[in-house]
């Protein structure tokens, strides 16, 4: 995949780096806030080779690309030319939209965690991994491999505020390294001692609450939010000449007591509040617990509200020490992967079935966003089938009060957190909720999804198909071409040309089916339902229409022959791009054979031969470019 085409490709239908007020990614989709999101062509995008969906939620613009869209970001970023990895300059983001406190509050809880996830999730994974070791007798607590290697898994959780200080300050605007030592001295290891031994000190004269703040989540973002009030009005007070100096010693002159003795103990307050809430709801109805969250987990991803949970799990694990939604969640993980072999098992469309099969080990590994965008919600059943599997599973996993003893993504690396009370149930949740969405879909979850008209009888007349060279040149195999997607065949087969001239001509009777507003490619249907792709050069799409003339509209009818689009070779080469000419046959699954014809120059003879199946031809989709 190129992955700076695809950027460029991506910022150009999305309304150009002016209409981006924010942009950065997750693990699997790139997340915009956009000052007018009717400027974005969503359909567009949904067609780019590389691109699985488009979603809109919680006031974002989620444009969903799988495992490479830190790559694609990334020239993303370079072709914006935007301030910092995350977002475009600050003066951009005076014109945004105002959004509602819902979304607000999603996009502040998603933007604060999503840059750490990942260190999370790892440093999770390995602390369960311990825990295992130590169950097994395979390592003691008291060696040094498992003192190192427990510091390298504890250490983002136990200074968790100071890492929560940083990119809260970076989402609300205010210094961040005063953010962080602001998250530091809460942490600073003489307060932690005296707290720790519940000893009492005195800020002139007023007791500070004996309070730990290691692995804690709410009282630093509420320290974040007054310190977001503070900084403008000292900035405001100090000249500019002194600003630098002044503005963060007076910050950390009032918020660190501050915090230690106000906002922390509100923030506290709040944490063991929900806490409380939380393990009240789940221990009065833990079956229906697990039910709801391993049904409609990943529709609370889908609307991008379940960054809300992400907290709350987090100040689960500082209260108590653990949480017990973790566990249920990855039912709903592994639903998803059983439902996407189901889809990889029964499906009979070829492109389908290999992001299906694809989709399977990484939804294992709790990246789900491709499998639901790409594989089981784009085909519905499937998607209904997960829930159903997760809601099984969820129920046998809550009614066995599983703990997580580490915050992780939820998925099957994750089950070593889950030693302990219940973990048995676990398995056998996890279990259920695989075959039962695997099965599910195997029997309902797939219609039948061969192209999409069958039976329908080749014309008598008719014994084979044949194409003209659309264009002047010499004939080279398509698997040469420097393009993988097209030399992979992955689109079809069909050969290239390196064009002599500058005329395409329809290489059959038909209709003209797709018509790129760039002029760089153009596809046509024969009159015997061949799906032909004719593409100019390759990247020449980041012309954008430069040194085309499309000649044709969309549904005319053309003959054989009939010039139907006219480039300027000279030119394109000129501009740095590679002319060679793809001829593609887009629906190869429904012929025999398509074979090149024995030829070494492109002169408008036959150059390829497409044997129709014996009985019957079917009609697919022409792929979108």
Request: proline share 4%.
């Given at each position: 995949?190129?992955?700076?085409?695809?950027?460029?490709?991506?910022?150009?239908?999305?309304?150009?780096?002016?209409?981006?007020?924010?942009?950065?990614?997750?693990?699997?989709?790139?997340?915009?806030?956009?000052?007018?999101?009717?400027?974005?062509?969503?359909?567009?995008?949904?067609?780019?080779?590389?691109?699985?969906?488009?979603?809109?939620?919680?006031?974002?613009?989620?444009?969903?690309?799988?495992?490479?869209?830190?790559?694609?970001?990334?020239?993303?970023?370079?072709?914006?030319?935007?301030?910092?990895?995350?977002?475009?300059?600050?003066?951009?983001?005076?014109?945004?939209?105002?959004?509602?406190?819902?979304?607000?509050?999603?996009?502040?809880?998603?933007?604060?965690?999503?840059?750490?996830?990942?260190?999370?999730?790892?440093?999770?994974?390995?602390?369960?991994?311990?825990?295992?070791?130590?169950?097994?007798?395979?390592?003691?607590?008291?060696?040094?491999?498992?003192?190192?290697?427990?510091?390298?898994?504890?250490?983002?959780?136990?200074?968790?505020?100071?890492?929560?200080?940083?990119?809260?300050?970076?989402?609300?605007?205010?210094?961040?390294?005063?953010?962080?030592?602001?998250?530091?001295?809460?942490?600073?290891?003489?307060?932690?001692?005296?707290?720790?031994?519940?000893?009492?000190?005195?800020f002139f004269g007023i007791p500070v609450v004996p309070t730990t703040y290691t692995s804690t989540v709410i009282p630093i973002l509420l320290a974040i939010w007054v310190l977001s009030y503070l900084e403008p009005v000292l900035d405001k007070i100090f000249p500019e000449s002194i600003r630098n100096i002044f503005t963060p010693l007076l910050s950390?002159?009032?918020?660190?007591?501050?915090?230690?003795?106000?906002?922390?103990?509100?923030?506290?307050?709040?944490?063991?509040?929900?806490?409380?809430?939380?393990?009240?709801?789940?221990?009065?109805?833990?079956?229906?617990?697990?039910?709801?969250?391993?049904?409609?987990?990943?529709?609370?991803?889908?609307?991008?509200?379940?960054?809300?949970?992400?907290?709350?799990?987090?100040?689960?694990?500082?209260?108590?020490?653990?949480?017990?939604?973790?566990?249920?969640?990855?039912?709903?993980?592994?639903?998803?992967?059983?439902?996407?072999?189901?889809?990889?098992?029964?499906?009979?469309?070829?492109?389908?079935?290999?992001?299906?099969?694809?989709?399977?080990?990484?939804?294992?590994?709790g990246i789900t966003e491709p499998t639901i965008y790409g594989v089981t919600l784009k085909l519905k059943r499937p998607f209904y089938c997960a829930v159903a599997g997760g809601a099984l599973g969820g129920a046998i996993i809550g009614a066995a009060k599983v703990h997580a003893s580490s915050f992780t993504l939820p998925s099957l690396l994750s089950l070593p957190t889950y030693l302990g009370q219940g973990f048995m149930g676990e398995v056998i949740g996890l279990i259920v909720a695989f075959v039962v969405a695997t099965v599910l879909t195997l029997l309902f979850g797939v219609k039948n999804d061969a192209p999409a008209t069958t039976n329908v009888k080749t014309p008598a007349n008719v014994d084979d198909d044949t194409l003209s060279a659309p264009v002047e040149g010499t004939i080279i195999p398509l698997t040469s071409v420097n393009d993988e997607v097209f030399a992979s065949e992955a689109m079809g087969k069909g050969l290239a040309i390196v064009p002599s001239n500058g005329e395409v001509q329809a290489p059959v009777d038909g209709t003209i089916t797709a018509v790129y507003p760039t002029g760089h490619a153009i596809g046509i249907t024969s009159t015997t339902g061949a799906e032909i792709l004719i593409h100019i050069g390759i990247n020449t799409v980041q012309l954008e229409g430069k040194y085309f003339e499309t000649l044709v509209k969309q549904n005319e009818t053309v003959k054989r022959g009939q010039v139907v689009t006219k480039f300027d070779a000279d030119k394109i080469k000129a501009a740095g791009y590679d002319t060679t000419v793809m001829v593609i046959v887009t629906n190869t699954a429904n012929y025999a054979a398509v074979m090149p014809t024995d030829a070494t120059e492109a002169d408008h003879n036959a150059i390829l031969t497409l044997q129709p199946q014996p009985e019957t031809t079917t009609e697919g989709d022409l792929a979108h470019v």
């Open positions: 995949m190129d992955y700076r085409e695809l950027a460029q490709q991506i910022l150009d239908n999305i309304g150009g780096k002016a209409n981006i007020s924010k942009a950065w990614h997750c693990a699997t989709r790139l997340r915009f806030n956009l000052k007018a999101v009717d400027k974005a062509n969503t359909e567009a995008i949904e067609n780019l080779d590389g691109v699985i969906t488009v979603v809109q939620s919680a006031g974002q613009y989620q444009v969903v690309i799988g495992n490479s869209v830190a790559k694609v970001f990334e020239a993303l970023a370079d072709l914006a030319g935007l301030a910092n990895p995350d977002t475009t300059p600050a003066a951009d983001t005076e014109d945004a939209p105002k959004q509602n406190i819902l979304n607000r509050f999603i996009a502040f809880i998603s933007g604060i965690f999503t840059p750490f996830l990942g260190a999370l999730a790892g440093a999770g994974i390995l602390k369960g991994l311990l825990a295992l070791f130590v169950a097994l007798n395979w390592m003691s607590v008291n060696s040094g491999q498992y003192k190192i290697w427990y510091s390298a898994g504890d250490a983002i959780f136990y200074f968790l505020p100071v890492f929560l200080a940083f990119t809260a300050s970076k989402q609300l605007h205010v210094n961040q390294f005063v953010g962080v030592s602001l998250g530091a001295a809460l942490l600073y290891p003489t307060l932690v001692t005296v707290m720790t031994n519940s000893t009492t000190l005195k950390l002159l009032i918020m660190v007591p501050l915090t230690l003795l106000v906002v922390g103990p509100i923030g506290g307050a709040i944490s063991n509040a929900l806490a409380d809430g939380v393990m009240g709801i789940y221990n009065f109805m833990p079956i229906v617990a697990g039910i709801i969250m391993g049904a409609f987990w990943q529709v609370f991803v889908i609307f991008g509200v379940h960054w809300t949970f992400v907290p709350l799990m987090m100040n689960n694990i500082a209260k108590m020490g653990y949480d017990p939604l973790l566990p249920i969640l990855s039912a709903a993980v592994l639903s998803q992967a059983g439902a996407a072999l189901g889809v990889f098992l029964k499906s009979k469309d070829t492109k389908m079935k290999a992001l299906a099969g694809s989709s399977v080990l990484t939804a294992i590994f």
